[in-house]
């Protein structure tokens, strides 16, 4: 039988060997994984619309989602503990995607989401450049109020560049205008490009900025221990929080970010105190990163996200 022996390197990729589902309308499972292959706001190194094919890619590496006779769940080495073997996810495919016609792909995405929540489903969402996290969370409006947690180098809130509002340096300023929003909280903030009236501008609005550093200094548990109860959740990853040395592959890397376990640990302590909605992972450049390990890493935190989000 062609393709028994199921390897990392064989079959047609989807995220974590789960169905492919192409009518949304249709989508029965817990978790549904959504492509955004858009990377038109970028304002320094395309690239990123390849980051959803490379993360299902990669992500191959962890197949437990298998309805056809493969292992469902993982077990964690570490912890020694299985997770996520009673949660279902299907794989959407992508977005439909036209070059310069932002606001029907904004509406295409729009649209999905939504079909997903009344679908029951948990939406992941696959970038893309950091644009697209607008679009998401508007269409969570129905289950709002809503709280934001980003984790990010950067602080992605620029009023408009050149004029443009939709950039993907533009996308939690964008979301602070919205009526439905609750808390705003960025962890991993770094780097010499932060401009201060952006910073002064969010505090005044009574978000909650964390540097890097603060991390660093005081650990991951104390971190979240200072940011108040947030309700509903929506968690945006920008792939930059992490040190590229570990992720090389985006755009705009910034040095000194987060080790994969300062981030995990972060994921699964908000997951833990929180009511998760719904997540994205953005700004994948898979040229950027011959090697791969962006994309594998990109895979890993989703999958022990989703893990620390169903146990
Ligand atoms: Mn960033
Ligand atoms: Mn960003």
New binding site residues.
């Given amino acids: 039988m062609v393709g028994k022996t199921k390897l990392s390197f064989t079959g047609i990729s989807t995220f974590c060997r789960t169905p492919h589902i192409s009518e949304i309308d249709k989508v029965q499972a817990d978790v549904a994984v959504l492509g955004i292959p858009y990377d038109e706001a970028v304002g320094y190194r395309p690239g990123t619309r390849f980051g959803p094919r490379s993360i299902r890619e990669y992500s191959m590496r962890f197949p437990y989602f298998d309805e056809n006779g493969g292992q469902k769940g993982y077990w964690n080495i570490e912890k020694r503990q299985w997770f996520l073997k009673k949660t279902t996810m299907v794989d959407c495919g992508d977005v439909d995607v036209v070059p310069l016609a932002m606001s029907y792909v904004h509406q295409q995405i729009e649209e999905s989401i939504k079909s997903l929540l009344r679908r029951g489903a948990l939406p992941v969402s696959l970038g893309g450049d ?1 644009s697209v996290t607008y679009p998401v969370f508007k269409a969570f409006e129905r289950i709002g109020p809503l709280s934001l947690v980003q984790f ?3 602080l ?1 809130r620029r009023d408009t560049v050149g004029g443009v509002k939709y950039g ?1 340096g533009s996308p939690i300023k964008r979301i602070s205008e919205l009526d439905f929003i609750e808390k705003i909280v960025t962890i ?1 903030l770094r780097g010499l490009r932060a401009p201060e009236e952006d910073y002064l501008a969010a505090e005044a609005r009574g978000e909650i900025l964390i540097p890097a550093q603060t991390v660093r200094e005081i650990g991951t548990d104390e971190v979240l221990n200072q940011i108040p109860s947030l309700g509903k959740c929506y968690v945006t990853i ?4 992490l040190d590229p040395a570990l992720a090389p592959g ?1 755009g ?1 890397p ?1 040095a000194d970010g987060f080790t994969l376990h300062q981030l995990k640990e972060m994921l699964s302590g908000l997951a833990a105190r929180n009511k998760i909605v719904g997540f994205d992972l953005v ?1 994948v450049n898979p040229y950027l990163d011959p090697s791969g390990r962006t994309s594998l890493f990109a895979a890993q935190l989703i999958v022990e996200f989703l893990g620390a989000i169903f146990g």
């Fill in positions: 950091h990010d180098a950067h992605d993907h991993g920008d792939i930059d929080a985006t705009t910034e700004e």
